[in-house]
């Protein structure tokens, strides 16, 4: 009895998903954390809005902030939300610095 290997050849299908929701697990490793949501506008066009919030705290400093990021996306092999693209994109940063040490005692010398 002989047995040889087939492949069968199929059409390659292009993704219809029209919502992806994406989150950075790395980032919340070092106090951050980063969402982003992007749907399919057209077949080579889609928006993309990010959401991120930082938290590090080092000693009695708070480092805090809220970061929107609103992209548009060309995709120039009509297959938006998969493969390569192209996209402008804005960034809004809000931080904050906290320092909750009650003792601010220090000394300036100058020579």
């Known amino acids: 009895m002989l047995a040889f290997p ?6 390659p299908t292009v993704s219809e998903e029209s919502n992806v929701v994406k989150v950075n ?5 070092v106090g951050t954390g980063s969402f982003f949501y992007e749907h ?11 959401v991120g919030y930082l938290n590090y ?23 938006a939300i998969d493969g390569y ?4 994109y804005f960034r809004y940063q809000n931080f904050k610095l906290e320092n909750t040490e009650t003792n601010n005692k220090g000394t300036y010398g100058n020579y």
């Open 6 to 11: 087939m492949f069968a050849q199929e059409k």
């Open 25 to 29: 697990i790395l980032s919340l490793l």
């Open 40 to 50: 399919k506008l057209t077949d080579n066009l889609s928006g993309q809005m990010g």
């Open 57 to 79: 705290k080092i000693g009695d400093s708070k480092f805090s902030g809220l970061i929107l990021t609103p992209e548009v996306r060309f995709y120039p092999k009509s297959n």
């Open 85 to 88: 693209y192209l996209a402008p």
